[in-house]
């Protein structure tokens, strides 16, 4: 930190500017002078003379360039204002200028947003800030936006510019006014929910107007608003990240709520005449829930003053939690209820799906002497599979383990676990190469090549498109046949039952009597729902597949969705990143995107198509 800002300091900073590097350099009184890359618009927040309001200064740490300073060191802040402003205007050829402010505590009757800009100056870019602003929609809040002058920017003692300075260097200086809601008025006290929702939403409308005035008026062309972000990303966010990936990987959560006794109870249930519910036995639980959930809430993630990257290890330590919340209740109907947090339940939309599609196959349609692939076949393809990611990416460190404790196939921590007991048909062998190979794997190690570990280790809720992504690609190599289809819409009717209170043999008897499943297959699918007291993940393979469907019918590619472990309305947070180079292409690309012979399917699938086409 510096006591004075001096004209040695303001030619460092104008210095470092015009070599194209970034600069973050303390001010006076901890003010902060930050940007990130040489940009064309600076966003300035003054403290008002002895009254500190860091809730509102807050509001600037979202954007890519700005200066944090207080009213009281304007005579000081002045000059390095107008450096900054003069050389990045003969870099771009015209600079823009946002200062922020709030409202006085006590005018109940300001608007919420209230614009200062010049009367007749670009009135576009004016135009532009009050329509984003209108756009913001806010809990308990009706969103107001009036416009005035900017003189008071413009008056003594505070005025950075003059007008004429303003017209000699082609600025552009803006005002925002805020109403402090995210303040109690009596207390003083911030609403840290509010301020960060309506921080994230400002960010934006700052940098779509932003966006507008450099399109037009400067050489800079950003593809995108959010181009204009912050590139550099703080280490306490590389902290932050490898602190929750750490937690994440003390356990394998999906291994930890499935049975390792699942032949001794199915034989157990057999000898019951399918009467008794089976008793079911687990790995024993390698961490302490509680102690966990203590080092989970000691992250500081209220550090992170990106409000994008701040969602996200939100987003992920409230997944967390309720993963060891389930951890613990294992066993017990609380199991359940945390469960349909974590994964949703059965809505009447998917339940009609999933009971047309029953409807529409009546009886099974695979022959019951299919040809079975032996289990080491399988695993030798899935290791080809492997080898042919692996080519396109060398840091592709996987494998496959076949194992007596696993049933059916597991992908766990970018590995393949098939069981030594699965039945595999030998012309589903491909559908389930690039189901487990070519989307669950895959997208780990796609996640696992870009600096943010949480696009390997799972963002919140990524299941739903995760699986609709698997079995999409099973249709799209012809694997995906009639029986997995009744398969996965009677996994999303037993769901449904489960969260009304069928017990695990009312939902396996109607499998096998109303459905018509093989005992085993009944078997195989109650014991999927009912695993650790009630598992609703199930009914996401169906869902996901509606979804993503739905998703692609509106013109989206299916390319973005394998960067990583991510839930679909991610996809803007993502490509935001992307823009702000923060995150990186995808390097690993399925082998059915690289089959010609499979593009008139994607152009099926852009056309628009539902499940039922599928059949």
Do not use: C
Request: aromatic share 8%; no cysteine; net charge neutral.
């Amino acid at each position: 930190m510096i006591d004075h800002i001096t004209d040695s300091f303001i030619k460092k900073i104008t210095g470092s500017l015009k070599r194209g590097k970034q600069v973050h350099r303390r001010l006076p009184q901890g003010g902060l002078v930050y940007i990130d890359r040489p940009l064309p618009f600076l966003v300035i927040f003054r403290h008002p003379t002895g009254q500190p309001d860091h809730a509102t200064a807050d509001f600037l740490k979202a954007n890519a360039s700005y200066i944090i300073s207080h009213q009281e060191r304007t005579e000081e802040l002045r000059p390095l204002v107008q450096s900054i402003a003069k050389t990045l205007s003969d870099h771009f050829g015209a600079f823009m200028i946002m200062e922020l402010m709030a409202a006085p505590a006590d005018a109940t009757d300001a608007p919420l947003f209230k614009v200062l800009g010049p009367e007749k100056q670009l009135p576009t870019t004016t135009k532009t800030i009050v329509e984003e602003l209108q756009r913001i929609k806010l809990p308990e809040t009706r969103t107001s936006v009036a416009t005035d002058t900017n003189q008071l920017l413009l008056q003594e003692p505070h005025s950075l510019l003059t007008e004429e300075e303003l017209k000699r260097h082609s600025v552009l200086l803006l005002g925002l006014q805020l109403r402090p809601i995210y303040k109690n008025k009596a207390t003083g006290r911030i609403y840290p929910q509010l301020l960060r929702n309506m921080r994230e939403k400002v960010a934006n409308a700052i940098k779509k107007t932003v966006f507008d005035f450099v399109s037009v008026q400067t050489t800079h062309h950003p593809v995108h608003f959010q181009a204009l972000g912050r590139q550099s990303v703080n280490r306490v966010v590389w902290r932050i990240d490898k602190q929750l990936t750490s937690i994440s990987d003390q356990f394998q959560f999906l291994l930890l709520v499935t049975p390792v006794n699942n032949q001794e109870a199915w034989a157990a249930f057999q000898k019951s005449k399918y009467k008794e519910q089976p008793t079911f036995h687990y790995r024993l639980l390698p961490v302490d829930a509680d102690q966990l959930k203590r080092k989970l809430y000691n992250i500081a993630i209220e550090k992170v003053d990106d409000p994008t990257l701040g969602y996200l290890f939100r987003d992920k330590r409230h997944e967390l939690d309720k993963m060891l919340t389930m951890l613990a209740d294992r066993n017990t109907p609380d199991f359940l209820y945390s469960s349909m947090q974590l994964y949703g339940t059965v809505h009447e939309p998917l339940l009609k799906i999933a009971e047309g599609i029953l409807a529409a196959i009546p009886e099974p349609m695979r022959e019951k002497d299919a040809a079975l692939m032996p289990v080491k076949e399988f695993a030798a393809l899935a290791e080809q599979e492997i080898s042919f990611l692996r080519e396109q990416y060398p840091g592709l460190d996987s494998g496959v383990d076949v194992r007596e404790d696993i049933v059916g196939l597991i992908v766990s921590e970018g590995r393949l676990n098939v069981g030594t007991d699965a039945k595999i048909p030998r012309h589903r062998a491909e559908a389930l190469i690039q189901h487990e190979v070519g989307t669950h794997i895959l997208t780990y190690y796609n996640g696992k090549a870009q600096p943010l570990r949480q696009l390997y280790m799972g963002s919140p809720g990524y299941e739903e498109l995760q699986e609709g992504l698997a079995v999409l690609s099973e249709w799209l190599v012809g694997g995906l046949d009639q029986d997995r289809m009744r398969m996965l819409a009677a996994r999303v009717v037993a769901v449904y039952h489960l969260t009304k209170g069928s017990s695990f043999t009312e939902n396996f008897w109607r499998l096998k009597d109303t459905y018509n499943f093989s005992d085993e297959t009944a078997w195989d699918i109650t014991m999927r729902v009912h695993r650790g007291g009630g598992l609703t993940k199930d009914a996401v393979y169906l869902r996901g597949l509606v979804h993503l469907l739905e998703y692609l019918k509106q013109g989206h590619e299916l390319e973005p969705l394998l960067i990583g472990k991510i839930r679909q309305d991610y996809l803007p947070l993502v490509q935001e990143l992307i823009y702000r180079n923060v995150l990186r292409p995808v390097p690993i690309k399925p082998r059915y995107l690289l089959n010609e012979g499979i593009k008139p399917k994607l152009e099926q699938l852009k056309a628009g198509i539902s499940v039922f086409n599928l059949l």
